[in-house]
């Protein structure tokens, strides 16, 4: 069974400081997926890596970066956290290969307060 | 982008019903998922039905992805089959390997 876990299933942080969120899978994934899930908005793609080192962007990146250095872990880092960015945290990874992505495996989600 | 909607967004049921969740696409996928996500937020997987029919115990799903939409079947609800049911797409164009979510449908099964 695919398994990936978060650091944390609940944090709480103060405004302005560096919060590191970390997730690892066991599968051998290429793909690793950060979203965040807010009432009324869904799930939204924060940024997502296809190997190690290498990111890309997603729908809302704004005040987030992220750190891939080996194939199993992948970082959500808040620079400077702030109160809007109060959220549920979801990581995900799914196989890549043939040119084409499958069946995404998520974490159980880290709740972080930022007060 | 795409559009994804899914039908209805609550649902009540007694225990021992049975019930039938839609999702629409509005462009062509080659990967659409089903989620449970229970009371604690984690989403479990439920089906990986970019087209076709699968089942699993109580449950199961067929996509039609030449008519762009995809239904869950859940027969003989349980109470711990409430909580929120996401279907989730990835476009055939463009959005690499992101997953467009739905909004949900909320069921709730009394016993």
């Known amino acids: 069974d695919v398994k990936v876990t978060q650091s944390s299933r609940y944090l709480v942080k103060r405004t302005g400081e560096k919060v590191f969120l970390e997730c690892v899978q066991d599968?051998?994934?290429?793909?690793m997926f950060w979203y965040r899930q807010d009432p009324g908005l869904g799930l939204r793609l924060i940024y997502f890596?296809?190997?190690?080192?290498?990111?890309e962007k997603g729908d809302i990146p704004e005040g987030y970066s992220v750190s891939r250095e080996k194939k199993e872990r992948f970082s959500l880092i808040l620079e400077s956290a702030s109160t809007n960015q109060t959220s549920m945290y979801l990581c995900?990874?799914?196989?890549?290969?043939?040119?084409?992505?499958?069946?995404?495996?998520f974490g159980p989600g880290t709740r972080l307060t930022v007060t | 982008g795409i559009q994804v909607e899914q039908s209805p967004p609550d649902l009540i049921l007694q225990e021992g019903a049975n019930s039938t969740l839609r999702c629409n696409f509005s462009?062509?996928?080659?990967?659409l998922q089903w989620f449970h996500q229970n009371p604690w937020g984690q989403l479990i997987n439920l089906f990986y039905?970019?087209?076709g029919t699968k089942q699993n115990g109580r449950l199961s799903a067929t996509t039609v992805a030449t008519e762009r939409y995809s239904l869950l079947y859940i027969s003989s609800s349980q109470t711990t089959d409430s909580g929120v049911y996401f279907c989730?797409?990835?476009?055939?164009?463009?959005?690499?390997?992101?997953?467009?979510f739905g909004a949900g449908t909320r069921l709730a099964v009394h016993p």
């Open positions: 599968m051998d994934h290429e793909n």
């Open positions: 989730a797409v990835r476009p055939i164009s463009g959005g690499y390997n992101k997953l467009i």
């Open positions: 995900a990874s799914s196989s890549f290969w043939g040119g084409d992505s499958y069946e995404q495996y």
């Open positions: 462009d062509s996928v080659n990967n």
């Open positions: 890596s296809y190997d190690v080192k290498m990111k």
């Open positions: 039905i970019p087209s």
